[in-house]
């Protein structure tokens, strides 16, 4: 399936997957870090063997790299979705992630992979802080600029508020929703035309929706009734297997709905009646 820009063009689909959430990515950045560090001996470690700092710096840089990122995608969450409510979370991750790593790195110096004499920890915070923000914050803007260069002005429609009057771009998109996902800062939209992205909410979207064509079955998640195929067990949960080959998360507080929908009953390859 392709995405949708804002203008009705096509973009190719990989441009629905920022880079920061490929994992393999980060790790690439993290184990780069990793192996400049160790070969420059960085912060008096070129008294370790090369092995043993390879290991130290691959575990540190892996925390300078992803902690920021996971800290920052929590904050998102409680955030409002705008321009300061996105720069705020990437200052809050930052300062939470300095006394959390000074933390980390003092409990590593009681084992045998970072050899140093235990000082105060919250003595320790200055000598980290350097390091932390330099790399978190680069780890930080160059996932953001990523974001705004594959994601940005010509992929991605400004948030338009319940409030105020939608464009005919927005009414379209409504009248042809197959499913909705929340992620990160973005609203992920599946039409029967693309994929289009949109910075939103996934609540002001439901409110929009009619009532009777769709269910938000996770608190990320909202479905059409059209484009549920059937539903899997995955151990004690629920997913629903999607018309698009997706696979949609059922929490367990919307499992009664979801079955008074009568979606867990469904088989696969059953046709789905639009007008029921």
Do not use: C
């Amino acid at each position: 399936m392709s995405a949708i820009d804002v203008n009705g063009r096509s973009v190719p689909d990989w441009s629905a997957n920022p880079w920061h959430r490929n994992v393999v990515l980060l790790t690439v950045l993290s184990v780069f870090l990793a192996f400049v560090l160790t070969l420059s001996g960085a912060f008096d470690t070129d008294d370790l063997g090369l092995v043993h700092r390879l290991g130290l710096w691959l575990l540190v840089s892996a925390l300078m790299v992803f902690q920021p990122v996971g800290l920052e995608l929590l904050f998102a969450r409680a955030l409002p979705q705008t321009a300061v409510g996105r720069w705020s979370g990437k200052m809050l991750a930052m300062l939470v992630s300095i006394p959390v790593i000074a933390v980390e790195l003092h409990m590593l110096k009681f084992t045998p992979l970072l050899p140093k004499a235990p000082d105060p920890w919250v003595e320790f915070i200055p000598f980290v802080t350097p390091p932390v923000l330099a790399i978190g914050g680069f780890t930080l803007v160059l996932r953001l600029m990523w974001e705004r260069a594959f994601l940005g002005a010509q992929h991605i429609t400004e948030a338009t508020t319940p409030e105020s009057h939608p464009s005919s771009d927005t009414v379209g998109i409504e009248t042809g929703v197959l499913w909705m996902r929340a992620r990160d800062h973005y609203l992920e939209i599946i039409t029967d035309q693309g994929r289009h992205f949109r910075r939103d909410r996934l609540a002001d979207w439901v409110e929009r929706l009619n009532e009777g064509s769709g269910l938000q079955v996770h608190r990320s998640w909202w479905v059409a009734d059209r484009a549920v195929s059937h539903a899997i067990r995955d151990g004690r949960d629920y997913k629903l297997v999607l018309s698009t080959g997706d696979h949609a998360p059922v929490a367990r507080s919307r499992l009664d709905g979801v079955r008074a929908a009568g979606w867990l009953d469904r088989v696969r390859g059953a046709q789905v009646d639009p007008a029921a």
